[in-house]
């Protein structure tokens, strides 16, 4: 059955940017509900926890005081209930999920991001996980994912995530490239994963590697440094990154017993006699992130691909609106940034829907633009940024897609 009242907004993700969007337009007495598969609210802020200027940035904290909010505005919250279909009919969207439907005159997709595997021999053994999963086991269940792991895979999310873990007393033998594959790509290259590190100079636990990072990276000299980098590798919070070194297989029986590791040039080619097993009882497959955005595809938004924002994203405006009427957009379903942006991106979108469904003031527009100027000051001073010059491509992209595309398509829709 669907009610036969329908809500004013519907927002898909309990997330960092559902839950701020919820509170939000709530404030503003809109009728809000949030509907997310997991049984808990609060996405992948429940398990992350970082230092940001001189303090410990934890995010249950944050999700805790967001649904306090909600609470108390009286959004309605669904969780355990995943959504499988969006079908727009008349002024209202009507969304099927597992838990039956529900009708919205707006509905907002703030469903996250997912993990990219990089599969290699041994991969699917017990005690082989997603580097988020080890996240997840560690922060949120309070179970350690094993006694002794190996990251594979050398990126923001493996440098952030590892932290989590050693912090939570989690035995990191390392973090390693992974193996030369069609998925990898220039992730298994010394040289590649050097670059992005350097992006990182900002995180690193001492000032003389904060301003030796940033040189290196200004000058130019990643390429020259990454052959000089020794082979046991350099120890990052006291965990060994091996940037010249990479995983062959996951080895074991009924359960990972060990990795074999090499020893690479400074192309990535395995020097001959170098390999050698490392002990450990769990794998963490560290591949970086993509655009959850399938319900995006199923409402019939357009697509775009983007690199530096991680994938394939739905076409979107800089207010969170996209070509199709109703449906709007926050989080990393945008582009994959940090959960501080991801809050940001989830309240302009409601501000937008607010503005659009006319129950702000006659100073709408101020507000939109305010909501917008936030977004890019949090974003400017992210202090977790996954891809080089996403400030740029955020910009590009949006002189791009953000105009004149989204009244044509509409126009094409009409035709």
């Not at 990972?256 to 002990?279: F, M």
């Not at 991680?310 to 582009?335: F, K, S």
């Amino acid at each position: 059955m669907i009610p036969a009242t329908p809500y004013d907004l519907l927002i898909v993700g309990a997330g960092p940017a559902g839950l701020s969007a919820a509170v939000e337009a709530a404030s503003h007495h809109l009728r809000v509900a949030v509907v997310d598969e997991f049984p808990e609210p609060g996405g992948r802020m429940l398990g992350q926890f970082h230092e940001e200027k001189g303090h410990w940035w934890v995010g249950r904290q944050v999700a805790g005081q967001l649904l306090d909010r909600c609470s108390s505005l009286g959004v309605e919250i669904r969780c355990g209930a995943s959504v499988h279909s969006l079908l727009r009919s008349g002024r209202h969207w009507i969304l099927r999920t597992s838990e039956g439907s529900l009708q919205a005159r707006n509905v907002l997709l703030a469903t996250g991001s997912a993990e990219i595997p990089h599969p290699l021999p041994g991969w699917t053994l017990p005690g082989v996980m997603s580097i988020g999963a080890a996240q997840v086991m560690a922060n949120v269940h309070y179970v350690k994912p094993g006694r002794r792991g190996l990251i594979i895979g050398v990126n923001v999310l493996a440098m952030a995530i590892s932290r989590e873990l050693s912090v939570s007393g989690v035995s990191i033998a390392g973090i390693v490239l992974p193996g030369m594959g069609p998925i990898s790509g220039k992730e298994a290259s010394p040289k590649e994963s050097l670059q992005e590190l350097m992006g990182l100079a900002h995180l690193a636990p001492s000032p003389l590697m904060r301003i030796g990072g940033k040189a290196a990276n200004a000058l130019g000299l990643t390429g020259f440094v990454s052959r000089f980098i020794p082979r046991s590798g350099i120890k990052i919070w006291d965990i060994p990154l091996r940037l010249r070194t990479v995983a062959v297989s996951i080895n074991g029986r009924n359960q990972v017993q060990s990795v074999t590791l090499a020893d690479v040039n400074d192309k990535g080619a395995i020097i001959p006699g170098s390999q050698r097993e490392e002990l450990v009882d769990f794998v963490a497959l560290a591949g970086g992130l993509y655009p959850l955005a399938e319900l995006a595809s199923v409402a019939g938004c357009p697509f775009v691909y983007a690199e530096e924002l991680g994938g394939h994203i739905p076409v979107h405006d800089e207010q969170m609106r996209t070509p199709v009427e109703g449906l709007y957009v926050a989080g990393n379903i945008t582009g994959i940034e940090s959960a501080l942006v991801a809050m940001a991106q989830g309240r302009l979108a409601a501000v937008t829907i607010c503005s659009d469904e006319g129950v702000l003031d006659q100073h709408h527009e101020r507000e939109v633009l305010g909501a917008m100027q936030h977004v890019r000051s949090v974003r400017a001073s992210a202090l977790i940024q996954f891809r080089p010059g996403i400030q740029v491509a955020r910009e590009q992209f949006y002189r791009k897609w953000g105009g004149f595309q989204k009244e044509a398509y509409r126009m094409d829709g009409e035709r």
